[in-house]
């Protein structure tokens, strides 16, 4: 019940397109007790089907800046790789501790930055 709850939760936050993963991964570690790399792992394959579904509905709210894709996804597939390479190499508690440090300066960043007019 707890793995529905959960998957829920990141696919609502995933869709909104502030990424499931912010809510999956330390769920998967907390509540299920799942490596960091293993969470990783699963949110990137859960990230899939419902990144598909969220890039459709977007696409059709014409929501989508199409003029930068193609720069980003081939700058991402490469960092992809990178950052790939580097997590499964490296132990997971410091994994665990550059992800809550991640999720940290983002949420201050969000906290404190000033809205667009």
Do not use: R, W
């Amino acid at each position: 019940m707890i793995q529905i709850l959960i998957g829920i939760a990141a696919g609502v936050i995933g869709g909104m397109g502030i990424g499931g993963g912010t809510i999956l991964i330390p769920a998967l570690t907390f509540f299920l007790n799942i490596t960091q790399q293993n969470a990783q792992s699963i949110n990137l394959l859960s990230f899939i089907p419902a990144a598909c579904l969220a890039v459709y509905i977007h696409n059709k709210n014409k929501s989508i800046e199409k003029d930068i894709l193609f720069p980003l996804i081939i700058s991402g597939v490469f960092g992809a790789i990178f950052g790939s390479m580097v997590a499964v190499n490296i132990d997971s508690s410091l994994l665990k501790k550059i992800f809550g440090l991640f999720l940290f300066i983002m949420g201050f960043y969000e906290f404190f930055s000033k809205q667009k007019q």
